[in-house]
């Protein structure tokens, strides 16, 4: 007896006290994502076999 009169009570203080709505302004997600390393690893490869496939105008 308790517990349905604790459930029929909890369900009546949550009945109409949700509201979900969606944000007025887009949700931004900033991601700074650093490549500059792999990058400069890749310019650096081509760069040494651009050196060692014309050693002659080096």
Same mark, same amino acid.
């Given at each position: 007896? $308790?517990?349905?009169?604790?459930?029929?009570?909890? @369900?009546?203080? +949550?009945?109409?006290?949700?509201?979900?709505? /969606?944000?007025?302004?887009?949700? $931004?997600?900033?991601?700074?994502?650093?490549?500059? @390393?792999?990058? +400069?690893?890749?310019?650096?490869?081509?760069? /040494?076999?651009?050196?060692?496939?014309?050693?002659?105008?080096?």
């Amino acid at each position: 007896m $308790v517990k349905t009169g604790l459930l029929v009570a909890g @369900a009546a203080m +949550l009945n109409g006290c949700i509201n979900v709505s /969606a944000p007025e302004e887009p949700i $931004v997600i900033e991601l700074n994502i650093n490549i500059r @390393a792999e990058v +400069l690893y890749r310019l650096a490869e081509d760069a /040494a076999n651009t050196v060692d496939e014309n050693a002659d105008i080096f």
